[in-house]
């Protein structure tokens, strides 16, 4: 699915903090959405949970910065943190370069639902986001 | 949307009610200065690497780390806070992190012109007046609420900002330097330092356009509890303390787009260090210690020949071969690589390099 200049794989579910899941049973990876690398700027540092760390449905779970910006991470559902991307420690531009890819953040084991968007709904709630933004709704309407 | 106007308040109170507003689930904007000065660390800097403690200690100087982005600041009441709450679905934030900074450093840029100072946008989150910076600045994300905060330099000690920072006499000097050259203040710009209440009042004007509902308001019990409670928490000394990013060399941002760096890397059985002040990429000063690898004048003139450079120019490994042959052994291609562009060339290049000269860098 792409919306505006943004790529969102179909086969990925989303969240409202513009993080991607990729579900392979009850392991689960996140990482930043394409629309949330491109728009936040250089990836500057990535404090990834630590592994055996238990997550919290919507709570934070890390931090990001890029430019003078530090945002959080979350954690997409329970569980139980099992991996993380160490080598975003020495490349964290790999989000912005491939956040579908090299840019992953952590893997989980997944102990609950979340409260994911599948591929078509996240698209209704991002377009209702960008109408908020008049730079971002043109950029969406490519 | 709530205004706060604190005037002068205790060091840290200074940073603790935009910490304690999005914990309350309020919005707000708050002006305020220190009554003393202090150093801000940056949410994820690392203390011990950045900071000079023993250098902090003598001086009295407190430390404080905050939740938001930005480098290292030193702060003082010479120094004029403006700092934004604001709630992550409030209606027409801007979701480009650009148009983001750009509209809350709107109000700092109408005041600024209330004084007669023509200041820009400076992106992605600079107010530059001329080529000189004018205004220091964070962003980040507090519970539900996005967080922008910043200042207007009244007057700037540059020496009180380069005195602690963990690095070696010339770093310091060159960075009191590049401060000097590239920051400008309210003062510097007037002749005389205005009065903060004026500035506040013109911040104010500024803020008025941008919320149309900014009202006066006093702390309540509500705000200046949870202020006090998150007193122990940031300025405890494991929170001050944890570990955060080092990066592979010592850096200061002295503007945007302006970085002064201290790069070091082995070369010959030596030590090579380089002090490299880059503009948009570009070489604008550089320097290196003494050295065996840089036998009698080799360093000035390596050091000529880069200047105004791109340090990704792929013309570089010509004009170090051309320098290079003038001083066999002297610093290799993959060294001065290393030293340029913080990071080691692809193998073949800097292998080739080596070759093409019959050296081992």
Not at chain 2, 13 to 37: K, M, N, T
Not at chain 2, 277 to 285: S, T
Not at chain 2, 324 to 335: E, F, I, T
Request: glycine fraction near 10%; aromatic fraction near 10%; hydrophobic fraction near 40%.
């Amino acid at each position: 699915m792409r919306i505006g200049q943004w790529d969102f794989p179909d086969d990925l579910a989303y969240d409202t903090h513009h993080q991607w899941v990729r579900r392979e049973e009850a392991s689960w990876t996140v990482g930043t959405t394409h629309y949330s690398a491109d728009t936040a700027g250089d990836v500057l540092y990535v404090e990834l949970p630590a592994v055996g760390v238990r997550l919290k449905a919507g709570e934070p779970c890390g931090s990001i910065e890029s430019g003078k910006w530090v945002g959080k991470l979350y954690a997409p559902a329970d569980g139980v943190v099992t991996a993380v991307n160490g080598a975003l420690a020495e490349d964290p531009r790999a989000v912005n370069r491939e956040p579908y890819g090299a840019g992953w953040l952590f893997t989980f084991r997944a102990e609950g639902p979340g409260d994911l968007l599948e591929a078509a709904a996240f698209r209704r709630w991002l377009d209702a986001e960008l109408a908020r933004d008049p730079l971002c709704r043109a950029a969406a309407q490519g | 949307m709530e205004l706060y106007r604190l005037g002068e308040v205790e060091w840290a109170d200074s940073q603790l009610f935009y910490h304690a507003l999005p914990r309350l689930g309020r919005e707000g904007v708050v002006l305020c200065r220190p009554a003393s000065p202090y150093l801000c660390l940056g949410y994820h800097q690392d203390l011990a690497w950045e900071v000079d403690r023993e250098y902090c200690d003598r001086r009295g100087l407190p430390l404080f780390r905050r939740e938001v982005g930005g480098g290292l600041v030193y702060l003082d009441r010479q120094q004029v806070f403006f700092q934004v709450v604001v709630h992550r679905h409030r209606p027409g934030l801007p979701a480009r992190r650009e148009e983001f900074y750009r509209r809350f450093l709107e109000p700092a840029r109408l005041a600024l012109a209330e004084f007669g100072i023509a200041a820009r946008h400076r992106p992605p989150c600079d107010l530059w007046v001329g080529e000189r910076k004018i205004s220091g600045n964070g962003a980040g994300e507090i519970e539900d609420h996005y967080v922008f905060v910043g200042n207007l330099l009244l007057d700037f000690p540059v020496e009180e900002m380069v005195g602690p920072l963990r690095a070696s006499a010339a770093f310091k000097e060159r960075a009191a330097a590049a401060m000097a050259a590239n920051l400008t203040t309210m003062r510097r710009e007037l002749g005389f330092t205005p009065d903060p209440a004026a500035v506040e009042e013109a911040l104010i004007a500024g803020f008025g356009e941008l919320f149309a509902d900014l009202s006066p308001a006093v702390p309540d019990a509500a705000l200046l509890a949870r202020k006090e409670a998150l007193r122990e928490r940031l300025l405890d000394p494991g929170w001050l303390a944890e570990p955060g990013r080092r990066p592979a060399h010592r850096e200061v941002k002295i503007a945007e787009g302006l970085y002064l760096s201290e790069r070091r890397v082995a070369a010959a059985g030596a030590e090579v260090v380089a002090l490299l002040l880059l503009r948009e990429g570009r070489v604008e000063e550089l320097s290196f210690e003494p050295s065996p690898a840089l036998p009698g004048d080799s360093g000035h003139r390596l050091a000529r020949k880069l200047r105004g450079r791109q340090v990704e120019d792929p013309e570089l490994e010509n004009i170090w071969s051309t320098w290079r042959a003038g001083y066999p052994g002297a610093l290799g291609w993959r060294q001065l690589h290393q030293l340029l562009r913080g990071r080691p060339p692809e193998k073949e290049a800097g292998a080739g390099a080596d070759r093409a000269v019959g050296l081992s860098g």
